[in-house]
């Protein structure tokens, strides 16, 4: 008789102990995919609006600065052509008003 209490109470932790950790995979499941959809979150440029010409090209970024951390900056970067600036602001989509 007390074996199989010790059988049942064993089972009942075992299965808890389940409970937990599927519990404590899910809660970081989510918070995996909540942390990669905010941090760094950047939609993105259309190429139109980085075809900016190098002569017309607004500084947008510092010394060093990555692509990515120019693109975080909603700016685009393009390191083909020396003496520019690589980390530039995109042209702005022409406005419509009726």
Do not use: H
């Not at 760094?40 to 990555?66: F, H, I, M, W």
């Amino acid at each position: 008789m007390i074996f199989f209490m010790f059988l049942k109470i064993s089972s009942f932790r075992s299965l808890q102990v389940a409970m937990e950790l599927k519990g404590f995979y899910v809660v970081t499941f989510v918070l995996m995919l909540g942390f990669s959809g905010t941090v760094g979150e950047y939609v993105g440029l259309s190429d139109n609006q980085c075809a900016v010409p190098a002569k017309d090209r607004v500084d947008c970024g510092y010394p060093e600065v990555t692509a990515e951390q120019c693109n975080n900056r909603g700016c685009c970067f393009d390191s083909s052509i020396p003496e520019v600036p690589w980390c530039f602001k995109p042209l702005q989509d022409a406005e419509c008003t009726f």
